[in-house]
């Protein structure tokens, strides 16, 4: 999809990416979380917390992704 800029749906007609959002999900880096686990109860995460399990999720990707798919990512959430 990336390459090509369309994929084949079961029917076989090509779907053209030009002008579609494209959101891909992982759980890469999802055991950084139990780090900041709270006890029974309502808590809430600082945000030096949520700041810090996302470096580590995005450090998990590096090292998972080539450089080559990442740059092809506009935006990560």
Known sequence: AFDEG???DGRGK???LSDAIV???SNLGS???KKFEKPLGFGNK???????IK???LKAA???FSPEFRNRI???V
Request: net charge negative.
């Open 74 to 76: 506009d935006e990560i």
């Open 55 to 57: 470096n580590e999720v």
């Open 6 to 8: 369309w994929l084949t």
């Open 31 to 33: 055991e950084n979380f």
């Open 23 to 25: 959101i891909m999900t």
């Open 62 to 64: 590096e090292q998972r």
């Open 14 to 16: 090509k779907v053209y």
């Open 46 to 52: 600082s945000l030096g917390d949520m700041m810090q």
